[in-house]
């Protein structure tokens, strides 16, 4: 790992002043300490926001869970109030990674990665939840670009995630067999934010299912699901799995989360 | 307080492994715990082609970087030998298969993506790397031969010495009578498959620290590795020319080795020559992505085999063809793996009258490829179990009935390729396999899963191997360049504690507590009077090492006659002190008895006498009780057993979980139940990982490893394994060596790969599965088949 320069700021300003030099936020780590041990990521300062105090935890309140950006999966997991409004979410984030990741890996830092495998993704598009920066607020639905690409402009912080709490919601991941992330991971919910599939892991970046939403929209359950075509056209082919691959397993997924819902 | 001492019946006692404490307490010293004064970091540069001209490797740059104090390239080597490969196999028109050099470092040329281009020595780790990075390296890429299958007919050539990448072409077994035998059978089945690539994964990655020594002219090498004399042996005598006595190689506590760390490479081979070149000691361990690259990988074949049977399912022939990958260059027991190793065991359990097999073992630009836990005998045991099965599956007959009905029953018998089983009882495996996995109740359960939707098959798998490896005598006419056979020493301290001395090298299989066993009991002393000493050529007298499953039954039974002479002497020595005649001198439970008196002393005060030899028979003794064995096997030992996998495959996404896994193994004499069902444990492990999950792929143009890290080479997890029901038969004890055993390491990677791809296979109704059975193999499998 090459040399670096490091802060760690104790408030939202002193953390986005920081950064606006061109420095790269460190949160949990988990996906950015490993690029650059590779040295596949060598940014020459971190701003470390571990230290900044209100970025941590969560409320629910008028049919909303707010989680900090610094609250880590290990905490949205064992969260009896995520339990309890959302299910699916506490669920999501207990198959992030393993313990280590878990425990040290947060959501703040899983949205603004947008890693095309990665869990949290799917959860925020699927539930239709609100990214709250130190700026603005995103909707998920204009929050994810491309691969690891989001909405967020440069230096600008993810304070927490807005989650509206849903009638119905599930999550099936398909795990890729070395990796263990998601070859594909399909999220499901019908509530206020409407009816929603949001898919993981299956192209460059997180993406709606629009079949799929149609026909559980007209129906939520299962057989909605069964046989639905998705083209496999611009989905990720791989060692472990083709596009066509992919696209046969969403709606299988999306029929057993809707089942688990 | 202790409990109190135990002194007998050792023999087949789960003894808690002694070795666990320090491993478990993190005091294990492994090879890069080791820093010795004035300690120096090696790096090596390797090549990110997988085959290109080395037009120019400037190092100007890199030697000039801070703490730098050397760099080496293949210049540096151009005088030095290659490495050499211990058998000599020779093709069907006798000639002797090509040996292109094997340089220690690129020399005008890199063959595989990983291959050593230079080695940096600096005065810290991180310096040898930054500086590698300033070596500037001009590659003129060349065509990459990749796919094995392809190695024949590629654009690319990888060694100048082959025009059609072929090392050679063996045949081994009566061509023109199984050609006979196929054109008339009632019943002739025919598969091709690939045995996958593998890549071996120990723990602990290969780490070496070579240190000259000025003042005596001499060496010490340590390395993890699984038998050091034989790597001293290769390094000094092959390579370097550096004289044996002047070379010690210590293997301390090793991490795994699984067949990876048998070989002699170029890393530690560079270190040690490098080190006189600096006098200082030079460290090296790979990294967990140069693991990936550069440790020799295994299996990877591809294969035709037909099986002809007569409208009974008596099977008349078996015809094999194979294509093997050896990789860039001839690792050194390359050439072995796929013949001698592999084709011998094509006989399986069964009397299968005319067999043949051809091997075409091809150079490609990838890793070189050796033995890898099983080495040959899983390939061959692949072979024989997915052809009996299929043709099983193909004439309608119970999967264990036409295997019954192909039994060899007569012992000892002659394969008719090459072998001969000196005992076993296949049909006693077999049967209590079907009743532990209840195969009666299969239909139930398959019901029972179709009604969830999901795909039951069973499968089976009975396997053979050859352990032991080997009688150096029949090993020799084989081609084998060294002797096959292990040392043994036993020194009797003056207080009746014994430090056995042995030449097999234990990274996890538990000898410090086996072979302690065996040697309390012979001596009726208690275990912890027992040290067990290996892996040090300055301290073992000799040994040949530990693979292919040798240790207790040639490490074990060197130890054995070692003993036999301790004994022999202590009676002379008791007869003295009891003044009886040697013949009327008994020894039993740890005591050397007047027989039909009760007069008697113990193995201690004997082992005293010895060494305070004040009353003694020196006319007649020589004082002192230490006494050494070699021991060369009449013949190879033959565990067997039959695996029964039973499998649920989700159609829909292709996911097959193993609902159960029944091991039912038969070897021989058993010194510690809870050690053995761990290696069968292991062993399972490593075959189900084969199955369904590892799988070392490289790019067919570039020649790039794809699986080079975790992320995309899945290894085998707790939760993607069954519980297992390991059952070990009181079998048929080997008949050849004094403690009856036969080998146990590696007979879980061998039988249970066939035995879950045969399930897979019934489950969906295919005739061949590729492996690994991913789920989107699988899922394609079911796909193509609809």
Redesign the interface.
């Known amino acids: 790992m090459q040399a670096f320069a490091y802060q760690n700021p104790t408030s939202v300003a002193d953390a986005a002043k920081a950064v606006a030099g061109g420095a790269k936020l460190l949160a949990g780590g988990q996906s950015l300490l490993a690029a650059m041990k590779l040295g596949l990521a060598t940014p020459e300062a971190l701003v470390d926001l571990g230290q900044v105090a209100g970025l941590k935890g969560i409320t629910v309140s008028g049919g909303t869970v707010t989680i900090g950006a610094m609250t880590t999966h290990a905490e949205v997991a064992a969260s009896k109030e995520v339990q309890q409004a959302i299910p699916a979410l506490a669920f999501l984030a207990s198959e992030i990674g393993d313990r280590q990741v878990r425990n040290r890996g947060t959501i703040g830092g899983s949205l603004a990665n947008n890693d095309p495998a990665a869990d949290y993704p799917a959860a925020a598009l699927g539930l239709g939840a609100t990214v709250v920066t130190d700026q603005r607020s995103i909707a998920a639905d204009d929050f994810f670009k491309g691969l690891y690409e989001t909405a967020l402009r440069d230096g600008e912080v993810i304070t927490a995630v807005k989650f509206p709490v849903p009638e119905k919601a599930g999550y099936q991941k398909?795990k890729q067999?070395?990796?263990r992330f998601a070859s594909v991971g399909v999220f499901v919910s019908k509530g206020p934010a409407g009816t929603r599939v949001a898919v993981t892991g299956a192209k460059a970046c997180v993406f709606r299912a629009s079949a799929l939403e149609s026909k559980l929209q007209a129906s939520w359950d299962t057989a909605s699901c069964n046989g639905t075509y998705l083209s496999p056209s611009d989905m990720t082919t791989d060692?472990?799995?083709?596009g066509e691959?992919r696209a046969?397993?969403i709606p299988?997924l999306a029929g057993r989360a809707v089942a688990g819902s | 307080m202790n409990a109190p001492t135990e002194t007998r019946g050792f023999i087949g006692k789960s003894v808690k492994r002694r070795e666990d404490a320090r491993f478990l307490t993190g005091t294990g010293r492994y090879t890069d715990d080791i820093t010795l004064p004035g300690q120096t970091y090696g790096f090596f540069l390797r090549s990110p082609y997988a085959h290109a001209a080395l037009k120019k490797v400037d190092t100007k740059a890199a030697e000039a970087a801070p703490g730098v104090l050397s760099v080496f390239t293949g210049e540096h080597f151009k005088a030095v030998g290659g490495l050499p490969c211990g058998w000599l196999i020779n093709s069907i028109d006798g000639t002797p298969m090509k040996e292109p050099k094997h340089p220690i470092l690129a020399d005008g040329k890199v063959r595989y993506v990983g291959d050593r281009v230079a080695l940096v020595v600096a005065e810290t780790l991180q310096q040898a790397k930054d500086a590698a990075l300033l070596i500037d390296v001009d590659y003129d890429e060349l065509p990459a031969v990749v796919d094995v299958a392809e190695a024949l007919n590629a654009k690319g050539q990888v060694h100048a010495e082959s025009a059609d990448n072929r090392c050679y072409q063996w045949q081994i077994g009566d061509a023109a009578g199984v050609e006979e035998a196929l054109k008339t059978a009632a019943h002739v089945t025919t598969l091709s498959f690939r045995n996958n690539r593998l890549i071996p994964n120990a723990i602990e990655p290969r780490a070496a620290n070579a240190a000259y020594d000025r003042a005596g002219d001499s060496y010490t090498l340590y390395v993890a590795n699984q038998n050091p004399h034989v790597e001293r042996l290769l390094m000094c005598a092959f390579v370097l020319g550096i004289p044996e006595h002047k070379m010690r190689v210590v293997a301390p506590d090793v991490g795994g080795g699984f067949g990876s760390k048998i070989f002699l490479y170029g890393e530690e081979t560079a270190l040690v020559w490098a080190s006189k070149q600096l006098n200082r000691p030079i460290k090296w361990t790979a990294e967990r992505s140069e693991s990936f690259l550069s440790d020799a990988h295994g299996r990877d074949h591809a294969t035709t085999a037909q099986l002809a049977l007569d409208k009974d399912g008596t099977f008349l022939a078996l015809k094999v063809d194979t294509t093997a990958n050896l990789g860039a260059y001839l690792s050194t027991f390359s050439s072995c793996v796929p013949t001698i190793l592999y084709a011998t065991l094509l006989a399986g359990q069964y009397r299968t009258p005319k067999i043949s097999c051809t091997v075409n073992a091809m150079f490609t630009n990838t890793a070189p490829v050796d033995a890898y836990r099983g080495a040959g005998r899983p390939e061959a045991t692949y072979v024989v179990e997915r052809m009996v099965e299929t043709a099983a599956r193909e004439l309608k007959m119970d999967p264990g009935e036409i295997r019954r009905k192909n039994f060899i029953h007569e012992f000892p018998y002659a394969t008719p390729v090459g072998l001969t089983y000196d005992i076993g009882d296949y049909d006693s495996t077999l049967d209590k396999a079907e009743k532990l996995a209840d195969v009666k109740g299969f239909e139930a359960r398959r019901q029972a899963s179709e009604a969830k939707g999901l795909k039951r098959g069973i499968g089976y798998s009975a396997y053979i191997e050859a352990c032991g490896i080997a009688p150096s005598s029949v090993a020799g006419a084989l081609g084998a360049r060294a002797g096959l056979f292990e040392a043994g020493e036993v020194r009797v301290h003056p207080t009746g504690k014994v430090t056995i001395f042995t030449g097999s090298h234990s990274h996890g299989q538990g000898h410090e507590t086996t072979f302690a066993q065996v040697v309390a009991d012979r001596l009726g002393i208690a275990l912890e009077d027992v040290e067990i000493e290996h892996g040090d050529t300055g301290k073992i007298l000799f040994g040949m090492g530990t693979y292919g499953s040798r240790s207790l039954a040639v490490g074990g039974t060197a130890i054995v006659k070692a003993l036999d002479k301790v004994v022999a002497k202590g009676k002379k020595i008791a007869a003295h002190l009891l003044e009886a005649a040697d013949t009327d001198i008994e020894f039993e439970g740890g005591q050397f008895k007047v027989a039909g008196t009760d007069k008697a002393i113990p193995f201690a005060q004997v082992a005293l006498t010895a060494y305070v030899p004040h009353n003694f028979p020196h006319d007649k003794l020589e004082p002192g009780l230490n006494e050494n064995a070699f021991y060369d096997p009449s013949n190879f030992t033959y565990p067997a057993g039959t695996y029964i996998c039973e499998v649920e495959v989700d159609p829909a996404t292709g996911v097959t979980h193993i609902d159960r896994f029944t091991a039912c193994d038969d070897f021989g004499n058993v010194v510690n139940p809870m050690i053995v069902e761990g290696q069968v444990h292991g062993g399972l492990a490593q075959g189900i990982g084969q199955a369904l999950l590892e799988h070392g792929v490289y790019d067919k143009e570039t020649g790039q490893l794809l699986t080079g890290s975790y992320m995309d080479y899945a290894m085998p997890r707790a939760d993607d394994l069954p519980h297992f029901t390991v059952e070990t038969v009181k079998g048929t004890p080997c008949t050849h060596n004094p403690l009856g055993v036969k080998g146990c390491g590696e007979a879980g990677a061998i039988g249970s790969p066939p035995a879950l791809i045969n399930a897979i296979c019934h489950a969906i109704g295919v005739k061949d599965m590729p492996m690994p059975a991913s789920p989107f193999a699988v899922w394609q499998a079911i796909k193509s088949n609809r």
Do not use: E
């Open positions: 398909f067999p070395a990796s060692l472990h799995g083709s691959y046969a397993l299988v």
